[in-house]
């Protein structure tokens, strides 16, 4: 089992970047594909980005494909989301997930079976 704690979260202005961190307890943490997630109330936790075990395959949406980056330190157990070029519909509570079930990187929710509490991004307009 993994524990997952987000951080980097908070409130930048449109154009704006930050870089969200989530770090995994455990030591096999190379053994999980990771991916991030993003909710807003009474909406469908949506896809960001995910990222295989090894850091070699990464998948994107459309919706943020070119300014988003995911990245991981399997040495440091953590996983990152580099953020730029952000937009007010950006806003929402970005979530790290962990899966063992997923060899590569996978966009389903439902093959994520570890998440952590969230962190909230705000972009300003």
């Known amino acids: 089992q993994v524990q997952l704690v987000e951080s980097g979260g908070g409130l930048v202005q449109a154009g704006g970047s930050l870089r969200l961190s989530c770090a995994a307890s455990?030591?096999?943490?190379?053994?999980?594909?990771m991916g991030w997630f993003r909710q807003t109330p009474g909406k469908e936790r949506e896809f960001v980005a995910a990222?295989?075990?090894?850091?070699?395959?990464?998948y994107y949406p459309d919706s943020v494909k070119g300014r988003f980056t995911i990245s991981r330190d399997n040495a440091k157990n953590t996983v990152y989301l580099q953020m730029n070029s952000l937009k007010p519909e950006d806003t929402a509570v970005y979530y790290c997930?962990?899966?063992?079930?997923?060899?590569?990187?996978?966009?389903?929710?439902?093959?994520?079976?570890?998440w952590g509490q969230g962190t909230q991004v705000t972009v300003s307009s």
């Open positions: 990222i295989d075990r090894s850091g070699s395959i990464t």
């Open positions: 455990g030591r096999t943490f190379s053994s999980y594909a």
């Open positions: 997930a962990a899966t063992t079930r997923a060899t590569t990187a996978t966009p389903f929710t439902y093959r994520y079976d570890y």
